[in-house]
C-alpha cells in the first residue's frame, strides 16, 4: 500500500502565504506524477498543479505566478509554496500521486486533505 499524508493548510488573510506539504510512504518503487486539486464549496474539484518525475510542471490558470509547485525525489515529498493568497482560493487541497508499486504495476493515490482558508 501506498500512503500520502498532507500537511501546511490552515487560516491566512487575504494576500498571505502557505506551504502544503505532501509525503508519500509505503511500497514504492518509483513515483510517476504528483499533483495538488482542490475542492471549493460548492464547486467540482479541480486540478491546481502537477509536476513529473522529471520536474515538468503545469498551473491551472487561476494560480499561475502565485503557486510554486517543488518536489524532493529523495524524500517521495512535494510542495506547494502558495503566495498572494486570495479568498477564492480557499478549498480542501488535496494531493494526488501515480505510483509505480513494481516496474510494471502503478496505483494511483489520494491524500486525506487540507484545509486552506483566506479570509480577514
Known amino acids: 500500500q501506498v500512503q500520502l499524508v498532507e500537511s501546511g493548510g490552515g487560516l491566512v488573510q487575504p494576500g498571505g502565504s502557505l506551504r502544503l506539504s505532501c509525503a508519500a510512504s509505503g511500497s514504492i518503487f518509483s513515483i510517476y506524477t504528483m499533483a495538488w486539486y482542490r475542492r471549493a464549496p460548492g464547486k467540482q474539484r479541480e486540478l491546481v498543479a502537477a509536476i513529473t518525475s522529471g520536474g515538468n510542471t503545469n498551473y491551472a490558470d487561476s494560480v499561475k505566478g502565485r503557486f510554486t509547485f517543488s518536489r524532493d525525489n529523495a524524500k517521495n515529498t512535494v510542495y506547494l509554496q502558495m503566495n498572494s493568497l486570495k479568498p477564492e482560493d480557499t478549498a480542501v487541497y488535496y494531493c494526488?500521486?501515480?505510483?509505480?508499486?513494481?516496474?510494471?504495476?502503478?496505483?494511483?493515490?489520494w491524500g486525506q486533505g487540507t484545509l486552506v482558508t483566506v479570509s480577514s
Open positions: 494526488n500521486a501515480v505510483v509505480y508499486t513494481t516496474p510494471s504495476r502503478y496505483l494511483e493515490v
